[in-house]
C-alpha cells in the first residue's frame, strides 16, 4: 500500500494478513464472505478460533489502513454481509490499470492501430514486478487468481510481440522470443513469432529448427502436432515464401494456403455481421476461450448454449468481431428463428445460409443443390457463420462440416450432441459484470455490493456468543448495517434479476426513464418473489415474453415437471433431490431433467453440482405452479421435499462432513432456503411435516446462534405442534424457545418458556423436563441464584436417572457451579460424568464442549473472564458461592452444604 503524502510502502508482516489483503484485493469491490476467507485462510481444516482470528486480522488491516490513510483508510474496509469488503478506486489497484490496459491495447490491435497496441501492452506489463502473491500463501481463490492472471499477462506479452512485429522491430525481439520460447517451451504462439522474427533476419535454418524442437516437444509430451497454422506458416519458411519478410505478409500467414492462392476472381466478401451490441459487458474469459477455439478449427463448429435471454447471440457476435483477421473473407450471422415457433427444417436453413453468403436470385429447392451452392462459395474461403438459435442437431448436420478455412458458431439453448467441436455453457453474468451493465445501460452509480444476511457473531474462542458480548468488527447482523446509499442497492437489483442479461437491460432503462424512482425503491417492488415477475414486466415486457416463450414451448409433461421442481430451494439439486420431488424413481428423475435441459428450463450447474433453475425462470415455474397445478399435488410433493430435507439435516449432525462440507457450513448455505422450505410447508397446512422439519434444524440453530431465524422457525413449529395436539413435540419446542431467550439474555422471557414447557411435559414428554428444568437452572445461574440452580437440577439426577439428556444437562449446571466456587476436582467430577453421558447419546457437539470443559480445568484457561456455559455460548458471570452437591446428595443436603 502506498501513500500519496510520503511515497511510503506498507506491507503486512504476518503471512496469514497478506492472505486477508490479497483476496480482498483480488476481488475489491466485492463482499468476500467469511466462509470465502476461512477456506483461503486454511483449507479444508479451520482452526475451532477461525471466526475470532479472521476478526483479529481484519482488524490488523483496518489499522495499517488507517495508518497509511488517516483520513479514509478505515473507512475503506467495510463490514458488508456475509462477509467484507473492500473499497479501491481501480485506478489505484495495478491489477484493475493492468487489465484495462490489456484490454486496451487489444482493442487498439482490433482496429488496425499497432503501434497504439503495442504501447498499452507495454504500459500493462512494466506493472508486473514478479510473480503475482509470490510472498503470499496460497488458497484456492489466490491460486486461481494467480493461474488466471499469469495466463492474461502472457497473453499481453503475446499480443505486444505481435503488434511489435507488424511494426517492423523483429530485430529487436529476438532476444526477448528466445527466453520467451525457453520458459514457455510448449506456447504456440510464441514460437511462431521468433520463427518469423528469425526468418526475417535472415536466420531461415533457425526458423525451422524452432518449429521441429517445438514438435518434438509437443509429440513427447503431448502425443500432438503443433496447430495448423503453425504448420502453414513452417511450410512457408521451407518454401522460403518472400512475401512472409514484411508485417503484411504475415497478416497472410494466418490465411489458409488456399486463400492465398485463391485467384482474383474470388467472390466478394461476407460483411452480415451486426455491430457489437454497445450494452455488451464482460465475458472476458468465455470470448476468450471461444476465439481461441475458433482460430485453429478447420471446418469445424463450437457452440455457445444456455437459456432465453442470458446473452448468447451479443457473446457470439462480439467474438466474431475479434476474427476479423482469422476470416478476412467474412463473418455472418444466420437467425433461425422462424418467427412463429416452429422449427426450421434442414432446406429452410440451408436456404438461409446461402442468402447469408450472398445467394441472389431465385436459389435451388433441393436440399444437395443448396449444399452443394454453399460449398462452391465457401471453397477456398475462410468465412465464420454464426449459427443462431439452433433448435436441434438436425438443421444444421448437412452444413458440417465446413470447407477447410471456415467454421460454424453455433447458439443454442442446450447443448447439441453429434456436431463435435467445443460447447461453452452460458450461465448468468458475474456480480461485478451484472452491475456494470446496469451501469451501462441507464443507471451511472458506483457498484457497491450489499448482499446476503451476516454471520453470527463468534466468542472468545471462536465458538458462537451473545451478540451484545461481540467486538466493533464482529458482523453482527443486518440492522447494524443501516445504509441508504442508492449505489448499494445495485448489488441487490442484480441479484433480483437473477443476474441475466435481458432483464438487467429492462431494469437499467427503466431507472434512466424514470427518474424519480430510485434503485432502493425498485429493489423494494422486486423482492417478494411471488410479485417479481409482474413487476419486471412493468420495467420491460420483452424479457418477460421471451420467458413465457420459452415455457410454453415446452410438452406438458416438462412443464408440470418444472412447475413442480420450483417447490426447490434456489441452489443446484441433484437428480435425488428431484426424485424425491417428482415421486420418480432416479433414473426417471434423470431423464426428466434432461429433457427440461432441452426445453431450455434447466441449466447444468457450471461446477457439476447437478442442475439450477435460473432465478427468473423458477420465479415463472412457481408462478405458473400457483396458478395451474392442484393444490393436492402441491402438497404431496411438500411433504415429500420436507421429508427428504428432514433426513439431510438428520444426517448431517451425525457426519464429519457432508457434501464435501462441515456441517455448519453445509447448513449456513442452505439456512436460508430450508427456512422458506418451513414456511411452505406450514402454509400448506403439514403440520406434522413441519414439526419434524424444524427439529431437524435445532441443533444448528443452536451452534450458529441464529437466533432469528430459529425464533420464527419455532414458532411455526409450536403453532404446528399445537394443531396436531403433539404435547411432547410442544414441550419440545417450548425448550428451545427458552434455550433461544436465555441465550439472547432475556431472563424473564427464558423463564416463562420453561415453565410453559414444564406444564407441557405429560407422559410422554419426560426427556423435555430434565432439559427444561437446566434451563431454569442456567436462568438462576446467571443471576446469582446457585442454590435455586443446585435444586433444580439434581430433582432430574434424583427422580429421571433413565433421562439422559437430563442427566447431561443437570451435570453440566452442577459443574459449573463447582467451577465457581472454585471445587476443581468436584467440576472434574462432574464433567467426566457429562462426557460418558454424551458418549451414550452419541452427540459429538456435547462431547467435544465437555472435552474442551475438562482442558480448561486442567490447565490456564485462555480467557479467564469467560466461561463457556453452554456449546458455543460464552458469558461473563458471577454466582453465589455454594457448596455443590456430589452426585448422591439429595436437594436438602445440596442447600445445606
Not at 296 to 325: E, M, N
Amino acid at each position: 500500500m502506498n501513500t500519496a503524502a510520503d511515497a511510503r510502502t506498507v506491507t503486512p508482516s504476518a503471512a496469514k494478513v497478506r492472505v486477508v489483503l490479497a483476496t480482498l484485493l483480488v476481488r475489491s469491490n466485492e463482499v468476500v464472505s467469511v466462509d470465502g476467507l476461512i477456506d483461503e485462510l486454511w483449507g479444508e481444516d479451520p482452526p475451532r478460533t477461525a471466526m475470532t482470528t479472521l476478526q483479529v486480522y481484519v482488524s490488523q488491516l483496518r489499522k495499517l489502513l488507517g495508518d497509511v490513510e488517516p483520513e479514509f483508510g478505515r473507512e475503506a474496509l467495510l463490514t458488508r454481509p456475509p462477509g467484507y469488503l473492500l473499497r479501491v478506486d481501480p485506478d489505484q489497484l495495478d491489477l484493475a490499470v493492468f487489465e484495462k490496459l490489456h484490454r486496451d491495447g487489444r482493442e487498439a490491435m482490433e482496429h488496425g492501430d499497432a503501434a497504439g497496441a503495442a504501447d498499452l501492452q507495454r504500459r500493462a506489463l512494466a506493472l508486473w514486478r514478479g510473480p503475482l502473491l509470490s510472498d503470499t500463501p496460497h488458497g484456492s481463490l489466490l491460486h486461481n487468481m494467480a493461474v488466471r492472471l499469469t495466463e492474461v499477462r502472457n497473453a499481453a506479452l503475446e499480443q505486444r510481440m505481435r503488434a511489435e512485429l507488424q511494426l517492423g522491430h523483429h530485430q529487436e525481439l529476438l532476444g526477448e522470443l528466445q527466453s520467451l520460447t525457453d520458459e514457455l517451451p510448449m506456447h504456440e504462439e510464441f514460437h511462431a513469432h521468433l520463427m518469423v522474427a528469425l526468418y526475417r533476419t535472415g536466420r531461415q535454418a533457425d526458423a525451422l529448427r524452432t518449429f521441429s524442437k517445438l514438435r518434438r516437444t509437443l509429440v513427447d509430451e503431448l502425443a500432438i502436432e503443433p496447430g495448423r497454422r503453425l504448420q502453414q506458416l513452417h511450410s512457408r519458411i521451407l518454401t522460403g515464401d518472400v512475401s512472409l519478410l514484411s508485417p503484411s505478409g504475415q497478416r497472410a500467414a494466418r490465411r489458409p494456403a488456399a486463400v492465398a492462392t485463391a485467384s482474383a476472381s474470388r467472390a466478394a466478401s461476407v460483411d452480415r455481421l451486426p455491430s457489437v451490441d454497445p450494452l455488451f459487458t464482460g465475458r472476458e474469459a468465455q470470448i476468450e476461450r471461444l476465439v481461441g477455439w475458433l482460430r485453429d478449427l478447420p471446418g469445424g463448429c463450437a457452440q455457445v448454449s444456455g437459456p432465453a435471454g442470458v446473452g448468447k447471440t451479443a457473446l457470439a457476435v462480439a467474438a466474431a468481431h475479434r476474427l476479423h483477421d482469422v476470416f478476412p473473407d467474412g463473418r455472418a450471422l444466420v437467425s433461425l428463428d422462424s418467427g412463429d415457433g416452429t422449427v426450421l427444417g434442414p432446406t429452410q436453413v440451408l436456404t438461409r445460409v446461402a442468402r447469408a453468403l450472398g445467394g441472389t436470385g431465385e436459389l435451388p429447392h433441393s436440399a444437395d443443390e443448396l449444399l452443394s451452392l454453399i460449398r462452391a462459395s465457401t471453397d477456398g474461403r475462410c468465412v465464420l457463420l454464426i449459427l443462431d438459435g439452433v433448435a436441434d442437431a438436425a438443421q444444421v448436420r448437412p452444413l458440417l462440416p465446413l470447407a477447410s478455412g471456415c467454421a460454424a458458431l453455433i447458439t443454442c439453448r442446450p447443448a447439441l450432441p453429434g456436431l463435435g467441436g467445443h460447447a461453452l455453457p452460458l450461465d448468468a453474468l458475474s456480480p461485478t459484470d451484472a452491475r456494470q451493465l446496469l451501469c451501462a445501460a441507464g443507471q451511472p452509480l458506483a457498484a457497491v455490493p450489499a448482499d446476503s444476511p451476516s454471520p453470527r457473531a463468534a466468542g472468545p474462542s471462536g465458538e458462537h456468543q451473545d451478540g451484545e458480548q461481540a467486538e466493533p468488527d464482529v458482523l453482527a447482523g443486518p440492522d447494524a448495517l443501516v445504509d441508504e446509499r442508492p449505489e448499494d442497492f445495485l448489488s441487490e437489483l442484480a441479484e433480483l434479476c437473477g443476474r441475466w442479461p435481458a432483464a438487467l437491460r429492462g431494469v437499467a432503462a427503466h431507472l434512466a426513464t424514470h427518474p424519480h424512482l430510485s434503485p432502493g425503491e425498485l429493489a423494494a417492488r422486486l423482492r417478494p418473489e411471488a410479485t417479481r415477475l409482474d413487476a419486471l414486466r412493468e420495467s420491460d415486457s420483452t424479457c418477460h415474453r421471451a420467458l413465457h416463450d420459452v415455457f410454453d414451448r415446452a410438452p406438458e409433461p416438462v412443464r408440470r415437471a418444472a412447475r413442480l421442481l420450483s417447490l426447490l430451494p434456489p441452489e443446484p439439486f441433484t437428480a435425488s433431490a428431484a426424485a424425491s420431488v417428482l415421486s420418480a424413481r432416479p433414473q426417471e428423475a434423470e431423464r426428466t431433467l434432461a429433457a427440461l435441459t432441452a426445453a431450455g428450463l434447466l441449466s447444468p450447474h457450471p461446477e457439476g453440482r447437478g442442475y439450477h433453475f435460473p432465478v427468473l425462470l423458477r420465479l415463472l415455474a412457481a408462478d405458473r405452479r400457483r396458478a395451474e397445478e392442484p393444490a393436492l399435488w402441491v402438497r404431496a410433493a411438500l411433504s415429500r421435499l420436507s421429508a427428504a430435507a428432514a433426513d439431510r439435516a438428520e444426517t448431517a449432525q451425525r457426519v464429519a462432513r457432508m457434501d464435501g462440507l462441515h456441517p455448519l457450513d453445509w447448513f449456513t448455505r442452505r439456512e436460508e432456503s430450508l427456512v422458506s422450505l418451513v414456511e411452505q410447508t406450514f402454509e400448506a397446512g403439514l403440520w406434522a411435516q413441519t414439526v419434524r422439519l424444524v427439529d431437524s434444524m435445532t441443533v444448528f440453530f443452536e451452534a450458529l446462534a441464529a437466533w432469528e431465524p430459529w425464533r420464527h422457525t419455532h414458532s411455526l413449529a409450536l403453532d404446528a405442534a399445537e394443531r396436531l395436539g403433539d404435547a411432547s413435540a410442544r414441550a419440545r419446542l417450548l425448550r428451545s424457545l427458552g434455550d433461544l431467550a436465555w441465550q439472547r439474555r432475556r431472563p424473564d422471557d427464558a423463564r416463562a418458556f420453561y415453565e410453559r414447557a414444564l406444564d407441557a411435559c405429560g407422559p410422554s414428554a419426560t426427556a423435555e423436563r430434565g432439559r427444561a428444568l437446566a434451563g431454569l437452572a442456567d436462568v438462576h445461574l446467571e443471576a446469582g441464584g446457585g442454590e435455586q440452580a443446585a435444586r433444580l437440577v439434581t430433582a432430574t439426577l434424583e427422580e429421571a436417572p433413565q433421562d439422559v439428556r437430563g442427566c447431561y444437562e443437570s451435570r453440566r449446571v452442577l459443574a459449573l457451579l463447582a467451577q465457581e466456587a472454585r471445587s476443581t476436582g468436584t467440576a472434574r467430577r462432574h464433567f467426566q460424568e457429562c462426557l460418558a453421558l454424551a458418549g451414550v447419546l452419541g452427540d459429538r457437539r456435547l462431547e467435544a464442549y465437555t472435552r474442551r470443559c475438562l482442558d480448561r480445568l486442567d490447565g490456564a484457561a485462555p480467557h479467564p473472564e469467560w466461561a463457556e456455559v453452554r456449546p458455543g455460548v460464552w458469558r461473563a458471570f458471577a454466582v453465589s458461592p455454594v457448596t455443590p452437591p456430589s452426585p448422591g446428595r439429595t436437594s436438602a443436603e445440596a442447600t445445606a452444604g
